[in-house]
Antibody, heavy 122, light 109 residues
Framework: EVQLVESGGGLVQPGRSLRLSCATSGFTFEDFGMHWVRQAPGKGLEWVSG????????GYADSVKGRFTISRDNAENSVYLQMSSLRAEDTALYYCAKDLSVAAPTTAFDIWGQGTMVTVSS | EMVMTQSPATLSVSPGERATLSCRASQSVSSNLAWYQQKPGQAPRLLIY???TRATGIPARFSGSGSGTEFSLTISSLQSEDFAVYYCQQYNNWPSMYTFGRGTKLEIK
């Protein structure tokens, strides 16, 4: 069974940093791109960042560019999101999501984790 | 900047009836369009990709159509478990944003 399990969320003060992790199992991790998508309380979905299967392509939403860094460790079957200079508007449930297609340039997201909550507040 | 516009924001339909949800892209995304269903307290679930291909395990009552800038999701005969929020998403350009629409809430009439 394919599984994505996020961790690392919590309460953090504005301006501080936090690192999210997404541990995966049940598929050949190194073959698939991975993404972070967030959802503020009561709001819609916002793509945050993505990394291709080979780490050659990395992208960020304008709202987090320069503050967040995505990375992956194929030996650990995990993807990470390093978040710095956090703001109140970064408060959201952060989902990890997997690309549908192997080594695809662009594709939909077929498997999602249950999310980890990040609250930015003093 | 790519903008995905979903309409209506809320759709009230009776069980057994047909529901049609719309999604418009501000510029062409070819067929690189997906639909997701999200129920309260749950992660989104992929329903449709490539504008019209059902994901694994998705019932045949869900169908997608469109290309370019105009897309629709149709649920042919609504079941109680179909009442949820539906999002469209474009994935046409990498590494630019994978833009989501703001969602359509499908509620019981």
């Amino acid at each position: 069974e394919v599984q994505l399990v996020e961790s690392g969320g919590g309460l953090v003060q504005p301006g501080r940093s936090l690192r999210l992790s997404c541990a995966t199992s049940g598929f050949t991790f190194e073959d698939f791109g991975m993404h972070w998508v967030r959802q503020a309380p009561g709001k819609g979905l916002e793509w945050v960042s993505g990394i291709s299967w080979n780490s050659n392509n990395i992208g960020y939403a304008d709202s987090v560019k320069g503050r967040f860094t995505i990375s992956r460790d194929n030996a650990e079957n995990s993807v990470y999101l390093q978040m710095s200079s956090l703001r109140a508007e970064d408060t959201a449930l952060y989902y990890c999501a997997k690309d549908l297609s192997v080594a695809a340039p662009t594709t939909a997201f077929d498997i999602w984790g249950q999310g980890t909550m990040v609250t930015v507040s003093s | 900047e790519m903008v995905m516009t979903q309409s209506p924001a809320t759709l009230s339909v009776s069980p057994g009836e047909r529901a049609t949800l719309s999604c418009r892209a501000s510029q062409s995304v070819s067929s690189n369009l997906a639909w997701y269903q999200q129920k309260p307290g749950q992660a989104p679930r992929l329903l449709i990709y490539g504008a019209s291909t059902r994901a694994t395990g998705i019932p045949a009552r869900f169908s997608g159509s469109g290309s370019g800038t105009e897309f629709s999701l149709t649920i042919s005969s609504l079941q109680s478990e179909d009442f949820a929020v539906y999002y469209c998403q474009q994935y046409n350009n990498w590494p630019s944003m994978y833009t989501f629409g703001r969602g359509t809430k499908l509620e019981i009439k």
